[in-house]
């Protein structure tokens, strides 16, 4: 791309250089011209509504609004005179006559800020609006947002906001002239179409949208230059969102996204804004919990500390090291997860460490790993924006990683093409130019009936394909001998899918110039998750779509730091970086950083996350430390993990709230949350981002860095002395090449992508440009073939159920169930049915039902829609009042060890109905 031209303008006789058709307010800006406005945003496009940045340009007529004006070679801009003040000076004077100003300490009033500075009178409170009128009352509908329409200046930059910025179009204008105002949808704010993401809050300037529950809070401090602000990482989903935290007196007050920033620049979704509340949830746990007689009692952490080891120390002595596993945690930071699973490996003496990642994308993973040597997303978050093509599989992007979706709808917006592949209705087929809707289970067959067009058509990059990938034109014949079987009619067949949109589709990724593709989990967590991820790594690499800019393949990560444990080593099969643990150079490389003889290092691999607790189900282990995972809501066949948990002599827990599992612990150890300690987590665009320290933790509860450190301590096998966390990640950046140019000091300005090896090194943020990441830089196809389910549909249980996550609430809802906002967005179980099956049913929304498969039941309540097809069902599985987990089964893919959280068969019937 050519570089962009730089011009030089004057600016009240003051020469500036900026490129060549940037607008003249930010250049004015930049260049030290404080010129005023109300309407004019960096992220949004102009408007030119509130005419406060009019300047004059010589040669033009009259004034021009420098927001909306471009920069030219030679322009000579007056942008302060006496004329132009008092045209900004009467401005200002009619919207004070038209609206109320002043702020209450719960928000910026960007109008205040002018009234003060252009020596505006503040008046009276008035109770009347112009002409007579009477201020519209107070919009309070919203759960989280409260719109006061007398302070609204009416600039445009809510309804640009959420339309531009966010893709969503809810906000609007309604009426005209002096009767003009916003309008979410058509009526009240919280009968509207509004998902609560609180844009519109963050970029009105005057105060007329603004966090409920902030008005309170932000009041009773008084000056609001008391806050203290705090950047940190958002504990949700993989995005990494950067949290700019208003503090005071111990708790958060206010959540808003960094600006300029990745990957977020300012956006956040309702659970980074408003679901953050749980941090100061009254039933934190405070101190250690030991049990007697079948229930908790209070201790000392030195008691608890003393009988977890002990407890960890005997069992170890009676049983040996195999019998001894943890679960670390996708919610902890990198720092934590790198202590956790040295612990394991050293303390512990085995290689049994492993956590939820086995639960989501592992299949992903190993797929990845084995095509083409990186276990992670090949793009940039941004990159969503920027392709030509898209094409989300099994990925319900707008309510699981919603930031993430505003670049996807951008880029739709700017022209791309935009393919969706799901069984289940998601807000992106509505933006979709093609949506595939295969039956659950089917995928393989759609993917290499994609491949065979590929093929066939002519589309195959050959030049990409005998460069870059390993056996050239010899590996795409047999790729082409294993899709031949998928033609049209044998794809319709086994999923459903018409040949003409399965040919439209195929053409739109193949023929784009760049392409990216977003796998979800919905592709993953199936025994066929592997496969279906070699799949679509096979249409990429005949196509040629990955391996340059604005291509590739990434999969949005479901937690916080589900990247960065994995990253760093919490794993039974690799050390930190992706090393594999069974190389003995690797083990030995390991051992020497920790001071170890090679010999008291594990090789033998180690149980994953299901294998653990079926080893303990069959009483192979017999001790476990679980750290921020609760098993007892997550993994699949409920009722066995729960006889599992029952057999184990001795269950350690660390969590912030007493959860299913640490109530079937021996000690619980209160741990500190994520606003309450330093670190870093890593996105899912491989981006290392700081955690950083807001407030305290609740009474007595300790980071979790420092309960690993003397568990260790206690144990006789000590895994280091660190000052803080900063010295931990100096450790894991040298155990783990692909960390080893960042520290914190490189991070204090944004985060940097990995792989970067040294500190030269500026961060990768596309892979594979010039090479794969195996022995000879090649990539692998591995050819597939459709495999049906080992559990199918019958008579008695004629209902294919998948699970997945939705919008307000989040994985086990450890957090977003305390969460008083998302609560009320979202407070109870469901399962979604397709008319024409409820009909048969006799169902409705609302009718209470039991669910049931060969593995459990449970209750709860329809909804009756056609985002699922006939036969087909779909409940989130976040509700502890209904736990999905009961019906599922842990049954596992043979290369990741993932279970198949997407397709269970059951049976359904009215609650009243059952015997």
């Keep these: 791309m050519a570089e962009a031209r730089t011009v030089e303008l004057t600016i009240d006789g003051k020469a500036v250089r900026a490129r060549e058709g940037a607008l003249l307010l930010p250049v004015a800006r930049e260049a030290g011209f404080d010129i005023p406005s109300l309407c004019w945003h960096r992220k949004l496009t102009p408007t030119g509504a509130c005419r406060l940045c009019v300047v004059k340009v010589a040669g033009a007529r009259g004034f021009v609004t420098a927001c909306s004006t471009a920069v030219r070679e030679g322009m000579a801009v007056t942008a302060f005179d006496e004329e132009l003040e008092a045209a900004r000076r009467f401005v200002l004077e009619c919207l004070a006559a038209e ?44 759960p989280v947002l409260s719109f006061d329409a007398s302070r ?133 746990l405070t101190v250690p919990l030991v049990k007697e007689g079948g229930a908790f009692r209070e201790a000392g952490w030195d008691e608890a500390l003393a009988l977890a080891a002990e407890g960890f120390l005997r069992i170890k002595r009676e049983h040996g090291p195999g019998a001894l596993a943890g679960y670390s945690s996708a919610k902890c930071t990198n720092e934590e997860n790198y202590l956790f699973h040295k612990l394991v490996r050293v303390a512990f003496g085995t290689n049994n460490v492993d956590y939820c990642t086995r639960l989501c994308h592992a299949s992903t993973v190993t797929a990845m790993l084995k095509a083409y040597g990186d276990g992670a997303g090949s793009n940039s978050i941004e990159d969503f924006g920027t392709t030509d093509c898209l094409f989300v599989v099994g990925n319900n992007t707008v309510e699981t990683h919603p930031v993430t979706a505003t670049y996807m709808k951008a880029g739709k917006a700017r022209g791309a093409s935009l393919v969706v592949m799901d069984p289940k209705w998601t807000p992106l087929a509505d933006f979709a130019d093609v949506w595939l809707r295969p039956r659950l289970g089917t995928d393989v067959a759609v993917l290499n009936g ?137 083990r030995r490389r390991m051992a020497e950083l920790w001071g170890l003889p090679f010999e008291e290092l594990p090789a033998e691999k180690g149980l994953t996350t299901v294998e653990i607790m079926k080893a303990a189900g069959e009483g192979l282990v017999k001790g476990m430390l679980i750290m921020g995972e609760n098993p007892m809501h997550t993994d699949p066949d409920l009722g066995h993990v729960e006889e599992a948990m029952e057999r184990l002599e001795f269950l350690v827990v660390q969590d912030i709230f007493l959860t299913a599992t640490a109530l079937k612990a021996d000690v619980v150890l209160p741990s500190a949350c994520f606003a309450e300690k330093d670190g870093t987590f890593v996105n899912s665009d491989r981006r290392v981002l700081r955690v950083r320290k807001a407030v305290e933790p609740p009474g007595r509860a300790r980071e979790d860095l420092r309960i690993l450190l003397e568990l260790a301590e206690r144990m006789g096998r000590p895994i280091g002395t660190y000052p803080d966390a900063s010295a931990v990640w100096d450790e894991l950046s040298a155990a783990a090449p692909i960390f080893g140019g960042i520290d914190y000091a490189r991070l204090e300005g944004g985060g940097v992508q990995w792989p970067c090896p040294t500190k030269e090194h500026p961060g990768t943020p596309t892979l594979f440009l010039e090479r794969f990441n195996t022995r000879d830089g090649l990539a692998r196809l591995n050819p597939v073939g459709y495999e049906a389910q080992s559990e199918r549909p019958d008579a008695e249980y004629p209902f294919v159920l998948n699970s997945g996550r939705i919008l307000y609430q989040y994985h086990s809802s450890t957090m977003s169930a305390r969460s008083v906002p998302l609560v009320e967005l979202a407070k109870e179980s469901y399962v979604l049915v397709n008319p024409r099956d409820a009909e048969c ?75």
Aim: aromatic share 6%; with cysteine; hydrophobic share 35%.
């Design 450 to 586: 994609m491949a065979r067009i590929v093929i066939r058509e002519g589309l195959v990059d050959r030049r990409f394909v005998g460069t870059r990938v390993y056996g050239g034109l010899s590996a795409l014949a047999e790729l082409e001998a294993a899709v031949e079987p998928y033609d049209g009619k044998k794809v319709f067949e086994i999923s459903g899918v018409p040949e003409d949109a399965l040919r439209k589709a195929t053409l739109l990724y193949a023929g784009a110039p760049t392409a990216i593709i977003a796998t979800g989990m919905g592709m993953s967590q199936q025994t066929v998750g592997t496969h279906n991820v070699f799949a679509l790594i096979n249409l990429a690499l005949i196509t040629g779509q990955i391996g340059k800019p604005g291509a590739g393949i990434d999969p949005p990560r479901g937690q916080n730091n589900v990247q960065g444990a994995t990253d760093s080593g919490a794993s039974p099969i690799y050390l930190p970086g992706y090393q594999p643990l069974a190389d003995e150079a690797n």
């Design 152 to 284: 609204c200046v009416k600039c445009f930059r809510c309804v640009k906001a959420c339309a531009e910025v966010q893709g969503k179009g809810v906000l609007s204008f309604v009426e005209r002239g002096i009767h003009s105002r916003i309008s979410a949808g058509s009526g009240a704010w919280g009968a509207s179409e509004c998902d609560a993401c609180g844009e519109c809050a963050q970029l009105c300037p005057t105060g007329a949208i603004v966090e409920k529950a902030n008005r309170a809070a932000f009041k009773a401090i008084g000056n609001p230059r008391d806050l203290r602000h705090v950047t940190s990482t958002c504990p949700y989903c993989g995005v990494g969102c950067q949290l700019d935290l208003s503090v005071h007196g111990g708790r958060i007050l206010r959540s808003d996204g960094v600006e300029g920033v990745s990957p977020n620049d300012g956006r956040l979704c309702v659970k980074g804004r408003f679901g953050l509340d749980f941090v100061g949830h009254p039933e934190r």
């Design 841 to 915: 049913e006799g169902f409705a929304t609302g009718t209470r039902v039991e669910l049931r498969s060969r593995r459990g039941r449970l209750e709860t309540t329809v909804r009756v829609g056609d985002e699922v097809a006939e036969g087909e069902l779909f409940m989130p599985f976040h509700f502890g009042d209904a736990l999905v987990n009961r019906l599922t089964r842990d049954e596992l893919d043979p290369y990741s060890r993932i279970p198949p959280f997407k397709y269970t068969a059951c049976a359904v019937r009215r609650a009243a109905d059952r015997d």
């Design 99 to 142: 609206v109320r100003f002043g702020s209450d300490g719960s928000h910026r009033d960007e109008f205040e800020e002018l009234a003060e500075r252009y020596a505006l009178a503040k008046p009276e409170e008035r109770t009347m609006a112009p002409l007579g009128l009477g201020f519209p009352p107070v919009d309070e509908s919203s």
